[in-house]
């Protein structure tokens, strides 16, 4: 590449286009995570990341109880060489223990999840029982001492750390917190996150297009993929391609924002002031990614905020957020590091490429009869086409040094819907 030429996406390789993964290094190292925290009622934490350790303040279960609907006794006293006939006296529901007093040669009724009376630790399932119709039961030799009982602590021991400050919390940890009795959890304070569109082209729904407008499409698309984050979301509009304007609007979004995410006029064009500005403002980590789609993409920081200059077209905006901006979001609301999972199919496609940059290939991965992953593409690849991203379940990724793939070679995917 000549000196005095600008960069252009028709190269196939430019020695100062950082790596993907220098690229989320340098995220990592610039964004410093949350701590402000909130209190919030126990179903606000939903999808919330903890602020402090949970701390189990009681045993769960709290008691020694059944996991069967059956019979109690002493372990000691199941039969040995021949099945035996017991006494049935006195009955433990759940929630209503009874007061019983355990003799050896009878048993006594419980439900699932009653306390086991004193003295008895083992439940005889009433499915396994022959009732008599004095109303004795018969217990064979099968049963083992100590079956069918949940201790004390069995799910969750007092005094356990549960979960670590900056986990997520899922709908199981919701209920695992419900079941400590606790009714408030302090979660770190959301992330804030501001975005507008760039574009003398853009048209916002409602409006006309004239000759050469287009609808602004990124909005939704960040909209959507924020939503799916649970953060803060601030969108800020379409903002003309005017030195003036994006500089006012950099500084409002970064005023409301912790991180704020514009889409387009960040490459080397006439109409492109996102990187001037950042460079006028604040201070610019990196802006070039040897990566297909996504090349042109600014990330920098400006007083407390850290902003994300995404290209324009619709697909390099969602691989560029997938990519870097939900990673950050993570590390920034939570302080723990979302690593890539890769896993291996077979392509049914050949691809051509070159070596010298990274490649997120649009393609729909399914199970074949005999068990195995195989992908195939999503139809035509260019980055203005967003369809592309609706009909794919996941990216095949094809690294830097890769110079293409033979039909029913294994590739690595990265699924990023239900995969099958
Ligand atoms: P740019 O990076 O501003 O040169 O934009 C690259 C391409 O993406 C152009 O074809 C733009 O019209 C298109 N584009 C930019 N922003 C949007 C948007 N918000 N919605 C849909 N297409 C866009
Ligand atoms: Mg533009």
């Given at each position: ?5 600008p ?41 919330q ?8 303040p ?45 003799t ?34 018969n ?60 574009g ?153 490429k ?8 649009r ?22 086409i ?35």
């Open positions: 590449m000549s000196k005095n030429k960069p252009s996406c028709l190269d196939p390789f430019e020695a100062d286009a950082i790596s993907v993964a220098a690229a989320k290094q340098t995220i990592l190292d610039k964004i410093v995570p949350i701590q402000g925290s909130v209190k919030v009622a126990l179903r606000d934490a939903l999808n990341y903890l602020a402090k350790d949970v701390i189990s009681i045993n769960v279960p709290p008691h020694i109880n059944a996991a069967m609907d059956g019979y109690a006794l002493a372990g000691e006293d199941l039969p040995t060489n021949e099945s035996q006939s017991y006494q049935v006296s006195g009955a433990s529901f759940a929630g209503i223990p009874t007061d019983q007093v355990y050896k040669g009878s048993v006594i009724r419980i439900m699932t999840g009653a306390v086991m009376p004193s003295s008895t630790d083992t439940v005889v399932p009433q499915e396994v029982v022959d009732i008599s119709e004095d109303g004795s039961i217990i064979d030799t099968q049963q083992r001492a100590g079956q069918n009982v949940r201790y004390p602590g069995e799910d969750i021991e007092k005094g356990a750390t549960l979960f670590k400050k900056g986990h997520r919390v899922s709908p199981a940890d919701l209920g695992i917190i419900a079941s400590l009795g606790k009714g408030e959890v302090d979660i770190l304070r959301r992330p804030r996150v501001a975005f507008f569109s760039t003398d082209e853009l048209k916002s729904i409602g409006e006309t297009l004239n000759e050469g407008d287009i609808y602004d499409s990124n909005r939704y698309t960040l909209f959507a993929l924020l939503k799916n984050l649970d953060v803060e979301i601030i969108d800020l509009g379409v903002i003309r391609d005017t030195k003036e304007a994006i500089e006012q609007a950099f500084i409002e979004a970064a005023d409301l924002a912790d991180i704020v995410i514009t889409s387009g006029g960040v490459s080397v064009g006439e109409a492109d002031f996102i990187k001037p500005t950042l460079k006028k403002l604040g201070d610019t980590h990196f802006w070039k990614i040897a990566m297909k789609p996504g090349r042109p993409l600014t990330f920098g920081s400006y007083h407390d905020s850290w902003f994300f200059g995404l290209p324009g077209n619709p697909v390099a905006v969602m691989v560029t957020f997938m990519q870097f901006v939900q990673p950050a979001i993570n590390y920034l609301a939570s302080g723990s590091i979302t690593s890539d999972i890769l896993i291996k199919a077979k392509c049914l496609q050949a691809i051509k070159r070596p010298g940059r990274t490649e997120f290939i393609a729909i991965v399914s199970q074949s009869d005999n068990g195995e992953l195989e992908v195939k593409l999503t139809g035509k690849q260019g980055s203005g967003l369809m592309s991203m609706s009909l794919a379940n996941c990216f095949i990724h094809l690294p830097v040094e890769s110079n293409g793939i033979n039909e029913g070679d294994v590739v690595e995917i990265m699924p990023f819907k239900n995969i099958l």
